[in-house]
Nanobody, 125 residues
Framework: QVQVVESGGGLVQAGGSLRLSCEAS????????MGWFRQSPADEREFVAA????????YYGDPVKGRFTISRENGKNTVYLQMYSLKPEDTAVYYC??????????????????WGQGTQVTVSS
């Protein structure tokens, strides 16, 4: 069983920045592919960013390219999502996912095995 905990959400003005954190428990010898998704009340869960188990590969959804950066702490199952130039349309609950199997980068939420409870990000105009 893997537990996933996100933190770092909050309220920020448009143009501001936030950093989200995600920590996954489990055997420290096992490194997982991890990703961020977001969901607003009217929308389906949307892919934001993903990072490979070793941190060497990353991939971003089109709406956040050039503004968000995903990274992971070396040798750990802790990932970060640094968000810059935030827009009101970035407002959503952000979820961190952990994948036990599969390719290094996963963009489909069905590919993830464990999720955190989510952290709210609200961007005011």
């Amino acid at each position: 069983q893997v537990q996933v905990v996100e933190s770092g959400g909050g309220l920020v003005q448009a143009g501001g920045s936030l950093r989200l954190s995600c920590e996954a428990s489990g055997p420290t010898s096992t490194k997982y592919a991890m990703g961020w998704f977001r969901q607003s009340p009217a929308d389906e869960r949307e892919f934001v960013a993903a990072i490979s188990w070793n941190g060497e590969e990353s991939y971003y959804g089109d709406p956040v390219k050039g503004r968000f950066t995903i990274s992971r702490e070396n040798g750990k199952n802790t990932v970060y999502l640094q968000m810059y130039s935030l827009k009101p349309e970035d407002t959503a609950v952000y979820y961190c996912g952990v994948a036990l199997y599969g390719p290094p980068i996963l963009v489909n939420f069905n590919s993830y095995d464990y999720w955190g409870q989510g952290t709210q990000v609200t961007v005011s105009s």
